[in-house]
């Protein structure tokens, strides 16, 4: 009898080792912008030839291995998105009715050398939306 309870203890403990497994590993590709529309991951480090439009970003994150992603927000979200991240602006850019922020967050993986700053998000305010990037935005806004 006591080899039966230590049986079903092993496959408790095997189940719930999987099961944790499981959850970490969905933390670690869960989707870093949360909201927004058009999430976008880039499975190569500096183009956006390789770009992927994505409405189930975990699932992707997991299929892929994304060296990127960003998302798109109605109106301007660059105050709340460089609280959420802690991040610090490195220096901005305008062009065009945009401004394009470069900061670096401790939040953050991965960064860039972009002129002489390690930049790891990448927030660019137009008119009627914000992008947001790690590390940077591919592409067009």
């Given amino acids: ?33 949360a909201g927004g529309k058009n999430y976008e991951l880039y499975l190569a480090p500096s183009s956006s030839s390789l770009t ?8 992707d994150k997991w299929l892929y291995a994304p060296e990127g992603e960003s998302v798109r927000y109605d109106g301007d979200e660059s105050e709340a998105l460089l ?10 850019e305008e062009t065009a ?7 670096y967050s401790p939040c953050l993986g991965s960064c860039v050398s972009l002129g002489g700053y390690r930049v790891n998000l990448h927030i660019a305010v137009g008119r009627e939306q ?4 790690t590390p940077l935005i591919f592409g067009g806004f």
Avoid: E, K, W
Wanted: with cysteine; aromatic share 14%.
């Fill in 97 to 103: 009715d945009v401004v394009n922020y470069y900061c």
């Fill in 130 to 133: 914000t992008a947001a990037g």
């Fill in 1 to 33: 009898m006591r080899s039966f309870f230590r049986g079903i203890r092993a496959m408790f403990v095997v189940a719930l080792a999987f099961l944790l497994g499981g959850a970490a590993a969905c933390l670690v590709h869960a989707p870093v912008f």
């Fill in 83 to 92: 609280g959420r991240f802690r991040a610090v602006v490195l220096f901005r």
């Fill in 52 to 59: 992927v439009q994505t409405q189930n970003p975990v699932l």
